[in-house]
């Protein structure tokens, strides 16, 4: 599988969203608050996600960007092993991740905590479906 981020691995549909919000899945790893859900709907991705970043901490577009950047780039690098598993249960899976730390970090700590955040939901999946 290469590693690519395609428009039909983000997450748009406003039904899917608010379905994901109240009845998801949550779990924290700074400096993310993790949520995800099984999707019933056929999609054209066995994962869909949404990346945000509060404006609350962040008042610059510029920095907010930069997060789901970072965000997007270390989960384009580390998501082979959970579309693997997805895909192999049938499964389709909605997931945001929402930035929850005050400040910027560099790529090496994001990317190692994405890896962190993958493996848990690897498990998560490995149990619940075996």
């Known amino acids: 599988m290469k590693a690519t981020f395609k428009k039909s691995e983000r ?6 969203i608010s379905d994901l919000f109240q009845q998801g899945t949550k779990d924290f790893c700074y400096p993310y608050k993790l949520i995800y859900n099984n999707i019933e709907d056929q999609t054209d991705s066995p994962v869909q996600i949404l990346i945000s970043a509060p404006k609350k901490f962040f008042k610059h577009a510029y920095q907010r960007n930069r997060i789901k ?3 997007r780039e270390a989960y384009r690098l580390n998501k082979s092993k ?3 598993i997805i895909s192999n249960r049938n499964l389709n899976c909605a997931i945001s991740f929402v930035y929850i730390g005050r400040e910027i970090h560099e790529f090496s700590f994001i990317e190692r905590k994405m890896k962190e955040i993958l493996n848990r939901l690897c498990k998560h999946y490995e149990e619940d479906n075996s």
């Open 11 to 16: 997450l748009c549909r406003k039904k899917i």
């Open 69 to 71: 950047r970072l965000t």
């Open 82 to 84: 959970l579309y693997t």
